[in-house]
């Protein structure tokens, strides 16, 4: 009965939570420009905040930009050029909430 119940939590705990922001590109050619897309984006999008962690510091973004369509978040992010990527984040503020993007995890990923 007990394993039943928390497969039934935990089942309603999946169903609940919300999309994921995820890293889709990187262009480091003049500046570093990092692209995120969120799938399931609501229906208004203000991004407040987007800090870069790299190798143990942290930079703000140059310029913020979203894009959305029939729900879908396009973040594009403007830093300036680095060299080195190791340990990479980003931390955004969209609508109040602060979400972590693993970016090191992504670029390894491709």
């Known amino acids: 009965m007990k394993k039943l119940f928390l497969v039934a939590f935990l089942s309603l ?4 939570s919300s999309a994921e922001v ?10 570093t420009n990092i692209v995120l897309v969120d799938k399931d984006a609501p229906d208004k999008v ?4 987007a800090v ?5 510091k942290e930079y703000q973004a140059k310029q913020i930009r979203c894009d959305l369509r029939n729900g ?3 973040y594009k992010l403007k830093f300036r ?8 984040k980003i931390v955004l503020t969209v609508n109040g ?3 972590t993007v693993d970016v090191q ?3 390894s990923d491709r």
């Open 105 to 107: 995890k992504g670029m």
């Open 72 to 74: 879908v978040a396009t």
């Open 81 to 88: 050029r680095f060299t080195v990527f190791k340990n990479c």
């Open 13 to 16: 705990g999946s169903l609940g």
């Open 97 to 99: 909430e602060k979400i």
């Open 22 to 31: 995820r890293y889709q590109s990187i262009d480091n050619i003049r500046d």
């Open 52 to 56: 870069f962690y790299n190798d143990g």
């Open 46 to 49: 203000e991004i407040t905040d």
